[in-house]
């Protein structure tokens, strides 16, 4: 085999691996933050889809600064329960406040 047989012969086994590697599905193992989020997330659905990202937002940054981590992606999952109190007594003061501006 000559030197061009093998690069051909490369090119061909690379595109087939590239070929396959694109068929793979990429599957991401659940986190700590995904428990979290999906626990409050049914509450949020009655607002358009930029308010419950606004809240989600927010509930982070007060999760991320109540447990002294950098990134949500670096919860663990014994900080999980403590998160999921911490999510819910955020949505429970932002509901009440809502309610209240509505009927005023």
Same mark, same amino acid.
């Given at each position: ?18 070929q ?25 659905v /009655?607002n358009?889809?930029?308010?419950? $990202? ?7 940054? *007060?999760?991320?600064?109540? +447990?002294? %981590? /950098? ?5 663990? $999952? ?7 109190? *911490?999510?819910?007594?955020? +949505?429970? %003061? ?11």
């Amino acid at each position: 085999m000559n030197q061009s047989e093998l690069a051909a012969l490369k090119e061909q086994i690379k595109a087939e691996l590239m070929q396959e590697m694109g068929k793979a599905p990429k599957v991401r193992l659940p986190r700590p933050w995904d428990e979290v989020k999906e626990a409050f997330l049914p509450r949020l659905v /009655k607002n358009d889809p930029y308010t419950q $990202y606004q809240l989600t937002t927010a509930i982070s940054t *007060i999760i991320r600064y109540s +447990l002294n %981590v /950098k990134n949500v992606s670096m919860l663990t $999952y014994t900080q999980v329960e403590r998160a999921k109190e *911490i999510a819910n007594k955020v +949505l429970d %003061v932002v509901e009440a406040a809502t309610t209240e501006a509505v009927n005023q």
